[in-house]
């Protein structure tokens, strides 16, 4: 029995996440741009912003992307962090709506909606209609996954072992949410962890209170998901990703307080106990909204003092001392410590922006890329300028070519700045467009992408290395990259003959791309050359 009931839990369990993973991912790609427009119009009130959080989580089966949305916003001024944190709470009731669908018992619709979605994803001519067959198959999934797990755990409410270990656990409702929050920050989906409490509970082996603890731990854990990711991301993302374990964490702890209150509510609300866990995970939500909405102001700017903002770069030189220019070497020294800032600019803050994916990219990323490229600019100007001032006359022959050297890496770095800004322009194009890359063709693109930018990261750790073996890695690299232009201009050119839509419409932009992202690893080329001394 054991093995069996293992099993369909395991199964049924996996069904139900990739279900939802099918849901958010096909209708985020289905209505991205719909949800984007529609969050810059509602959130500059708090009230309607956690509305929206609503019905964007409720459409899109994920709050992480509501998220990802906001961050942008707050990132361009568009909205505050009190504004956003207002989204955070609504889309937290609306990732309730799984739970309360599942709690009407439609598994015996589950195989008709798989079969249903099954059509329009593998047939649709179009991509937003196999995005919508995607998450209607997903939404089958998740019945059957659900339906599955109450199968197996069945024949658990007549084992005298299992019940008394329940029994025993329900005593701890602290190690139930505990164990509750692990699971749903390793399945990453608070309802997985809701609809199995549900599911448990109706067929007779969890009682109403283990269940409920159930409910709190989901809540705590699905916030480990947005926290791990915002390490990566700016302040403002991390921000929203701690003030929505501070929502969360704080809600438990009075729900905890209360716990006998709490069950007792959701006992009220339905006769029925799978219908009372998914109210009692509704209630949660929307009580926390309650307390907290009016807040979210002081909320935000507390926020900023457990996150104060990183000192961003400025216009300036950081390295450059005008008393060194009579010491050569430590003038050339500095000079190299300019570039290489120069170059994490490009690293850190202009390359990972520029190829982002739809719902990952930032409001007004070009205005915020032009404002990198004109630090690089300027730098640039100012390390001309203070090379000019060094005395020849105490310049050896080796720091006569090493700053010959560093004005071409300069340069080559100023130039991959201006072209970062147009292809910003040719993604913008895209978007103002309403079109889209086929999926053939943007995955080629980003697969040229990634090998340009690590031609670049080589070469700049060639440069700061004076590494003469990464340098000629790096130059031996660009045949390998000008053939890969080739053929991607051939296989580009093969769709148009088959009359590919997504092809023909982007075929501008498409090679356009390719000769801006070969430019960029010409000047990665050019800057391995200098180090090696081919100048």
Sequence with gaps: MAFNVVTGLMGGLALFIYGMNLISTGLQKAAARQVQQFLATVTRNRFFGMLAGIVITVIL?????????????????????????????????????TAQLIAFELSDYALWAVFIGLIPYLFAGRLRWRYIGQAIL?????????????????????SPAFIEIVDKLSAYPLLVMLAATIFTAIVQSSAATVVLGMTMASQGTLGLEPALAMVLG???????????????????????????????????????????????LARLTSPDIARQIANAHTLYNVINMFIFLPFTPWVGRLMVRILPDAKEEEKTTKYLNLSAVDKPEEALEQVAGEISRMARIIQDDMLPRVMQPLANREVDLISKLQRYDNILDYVYSAVAKYLAQLDRKKLSEEQSINQIKLLYVANDLETIGDIIIEMGEKWQKIEENGIEFSPEGQTEIT??????????????????????????????????????????????FQRLQKENRMSIETTSVHMDLINLMLRINTNSVSIAQAVVGII
């Design 447 to 492: 697969g040229m992408f990634n090998k340009v930018k690590e031609n670049f990261d080589t070469a700049i750790r060639a440069f700061t290395k004076n590494d003469e073996n990464l340098a000629y890695q790096v130059i031996r690299s660009h045949p390998e990259i000008s053939r890969m232009e080739k053929n991607l201009r051939y296989t580009h």
């Design 138 to 158: 997903g939404f089958g999934l998740i019945f059957y996954g659900a339906s599955l797990m109450g199968s197996a755990v069945a024949p658990l409410k007549s």
């Design 61 to 97: 089966q994920s709050s992480s992307v509501a998220t990802v949305l906001l961050v942008g916003f707050v990132s361009a001024g568009l909205m505050s962090l009190g504004q956003a944190l207002g989204v955070v709470l609504g889309s937290a009731i609306g990732s309730t709506f």
């Design 218 to 264: 989901a809540n705590i854990g699905t916030t480990t998901t947005a926290l791990i990711s915002s390490i990566a991301l700016s302040r403002e993302a991390k921000r929203v990703a701690v003030a929505h374990f501070f929502f969360k964490f704080a809600g438990m702890l009075l729900f905890l307080s209360f716990m006998g209150l709490y069950s007792n």
